[in-house]
């Protein structure tokens, strides 16, 4: 069986076992907190005792004689009774709150690092909203329970069997009475707990959606007002969140019959015990004082019982989100770390694919038996039709995605023995889509490489011909870009990227059509600063623009996965081929053939 197969309680405590003794802890103060609580009954019993039977009262038989000297020991004992439920209450509840903030904290951030270690293929088939959805509000759901519904279960419990022993023990003939609605109860609890299991997992996955969607929307809101769709994208806001609503509902219907339900068996308890308690009383067959502990009994073992419907609500809301959680971490990543180091200084550069077979989809094959060796230093231009392969070999390089078959090799070590962390350090990726930070310009120039001065930095900005546009902007290098950085133009986000990736200083450089969503000037001076970062390394260069790779050493085209052609930019233009016919069209000569 496995893991999965576990109910999410079993499974949250497997987790928490490094937490077990101030779980234990807590358990042990929510024990006796209730314990210490239910004796004012008892205090109050002995009190009806003293004064119906006096000199033969229990404290009379314990060596007190004095009724007076009895009342002031009884007194005693209520103030250390009390002082004792106070400070378990205090301890139980720092105990129980830490804890849920603990894991709270433990859990959210294993999820992020193991979210982090996962392939790109996994993101693909995951909505950010719903990511979110599992970090925050199902995390929150388990803090909440921990919080309040772990002592509430452990104080029922507690009050059910020392309440039944005491029940035995002072009236036995009474005690059945009392006892009988606790089975009923049990087993209503029980069928409410599996009815509300799948409402609350159905409600989980509701509000997963609706996050997506909010997520998604607030992303792209900006191509909502473009197309003026404001109206549109409200309405399916609307239907998620309705749908998320009547989810609720359902789950809300159920678990608020309980209470009511179980209320009605529970006053049949306290009616026996009341009625025919009394008589027996009467009769003399059962003492006054404990009567009257009886009565106050039955009130706090039966009452208690009609908060469990609440009890049970939070408790299968926290396990529906642990489940969730809990099955995010048994995700297993399929790309997985080498043992071999990777230094960087000792990185020549040298790339090879070797009989590369790869597919997201089994049923769209995109490259098949691929071949490919880059010579250490050389600069190779990649281009190609939309869904040739191109973005498919910084993929696979990068092992943001596995081969199915073949190999790829850096300096000759097949990258799926090299560590990941090496690999990746030793490639500088400067891509079309730019992500910036929340934060400063300093800050994200320095991105992944922490340790450099903000004289690096500068010297970076610099060399890819940012540092005038910093510069004249009101905080300079310390201005907050914003969020994905949409306050600065494309060609200002991608120069910060070369920055960055100047600063990085990798062996390897793969430039993906970074300079295909510019205007021509600031594509020359960002070529430039390419040609610059490019010095001395092995550079890969993807682009659309053949004037990007017009100087490379050698160009491959690529078509369906596979290489169409290959050599320099003058032989491929002078054999009239694929290469031949892009260049005449980006340079408008369409059918001419080419000049020099």
């Known amino acids: 069986m496995s893991d999965r197969d576990d109910s999410p309680l079993i499974r949250l405590l497997r987790y928490a076992k490094p937490h077990r003794p101030r779980l234990l802890a807590a358990t042990a103060c929510s024990v006796l907190n209730k314990i210490f609580d239910l004796a004012p009954p008892a205090l109050i019993g002995a009190a009806v005792d003293i004064v119906v039977t006096k000199e033969k009262s229990l404290f009379a038989r314990m060596g007190i004689p004095d009724v007076g000297d009895q009342l002031i020991a009884l007194a005693v004992i209520t103030v250390l ?17 830490n804890l849920a903030q603990t894991l709270q904290h433990e859990l959210r951030i294993d999820a992020y690092a193991h979210i982090q270690r996962l392939d790109m293929g996994y993101f693909h088939s995951q909505s950010t909203g719903g990511l979110m959805s599992i970090l925050n509000d199902d995390v929150n759901q388990l803090e909440r329970f921990l919080d309040d519904g772990a002592n509430s279960i452990i104080q029922v419990l507690t009050t059910a069997l020392f309440i039944s022993i005491a029940f035995f023990a002072l009236a ?25 299991t799948e409402r609350y997992a159905d409600v989980r996955q509701r509000v997963g959606d609706l996050n997506g969607q909010l997520s998604n929307n607030l992303t792209g809101v900006a191509t909502i007002k473009s197309f003026t769709t404001e109206d549109y994208e409200v309405e399916r806001i609307r239907v998620t969140s ?76 926290a396990m529906a989100s642990t489940r969730r959680v809990l099955d995010l971490l048994s995700i297993e990543a399929s790309v997985s770390s080498g043992d071999t180091p990777l230094p960087l200084d000792a990185v020549s550069g040298a790339v090879s694919f070797k009989g590369v077979d790869f597919a997201y989809d089994p049923r769209v094959p995109i490259l098949a038996r691929f071949d490919l060796d880059i010579a250490a230093g050389a600069t190779v231009g990649v281009v190609g039709a939309t869904g040739s392969g191109k973005t498919t070999l910084i993929n696979l390089l990068l092992r943001f995605y596995e081969p199915q078959s073949g190999s790829i090799t850096v300096d000759g070590e097949d990258v799926r023995e090299l560590d990941l962390r090496d690999l990746r350090r030793a490639v500088g990726l400067v891509s079309q889509s730019v992500y910036l930070f929340h934060g400063t310009i300093a800050e994200n120039i320095a991105y992944g490489s922490f340790d450099a001065s903000r004289a690096d930095v500068e010297r970076a900005a610099l060399a890819a011909e940012a540092h005038d546009f910093i510069a004249a902007l009101p905080d300079g290098y310390d201005t907050i870009v914003g969020e994905r950085g949409q306050t600065l133009s494309g060609g200002q986000r991608q120069r910060l990227s070369i920055a960055r990736a ?24 960002l070529q430039r600063s390419l040609d610059r970062l490019s010095a001395e390394r092995t550079t890969v260069v993807i682009a659309h623009r053949l004037s990007t790779v017009r100087h490379a050493d050698e160009i491959l085209v690529l078509d369906a996965g596979a290489i169409a052609e290959r050599g320099r930019h003058d032989d491929l233009v002078d054999a009239h081929g694929p290469y031949a016919r892009l260049w005449n069209i980006q340079t408008g000569q369409r059918d001419a053939p080419s000049t020099h």
């Not at 009774?81 to 709150?97: D, G, N, P, Q, T």
């Not at 049949?268 to 008589?279: E, I, K, M, S, Y």
């Not at 990085?504 to 021509?520: F, G, H």
């Open 502 to 525: 100047l600063l990085k200083n990798p062996p390897i450089l793969i430039l993906d059509e970074a300079t295909s969503a510019v205007d021509n000037e600031t594509e020359a001076a």
């Open 81 to 97: 009774v009390w002082a004792a439920e106070s400070a378990f209450e205090y301890v139980y509840k720092i105990l129980w709150r």
């Open 242 to 317: 309705d749908a998320y609503r009547s989810s609720n509902t359902e789950a809300i219907r159920l678990s608020s019959a309980f209470s009511p339900l179980i209320r009605m068996i529970i006053v049949a308890g306290f009616t026996a015990t009341l009625v025919w308690g009394g008589h027996l009383a009467l009769d003399g067959e059962l003492a006054v004082g404990t009567y009257s502990v009886l009565v106050f009994l039955t009130q706090r073992l039966l009452w208690p019982l009609t908060g469990l419907g609440q009890t049970f609500d939070l408790y299968q809301r």
């Open 172 to 196: 036995p003939g009474v005690a059945w009475m009392a006892m009988l609605p606790v089975p009923f109860v049990l087993v209503g609890s029980f069928r409410f707990q599996r009815l509300l």
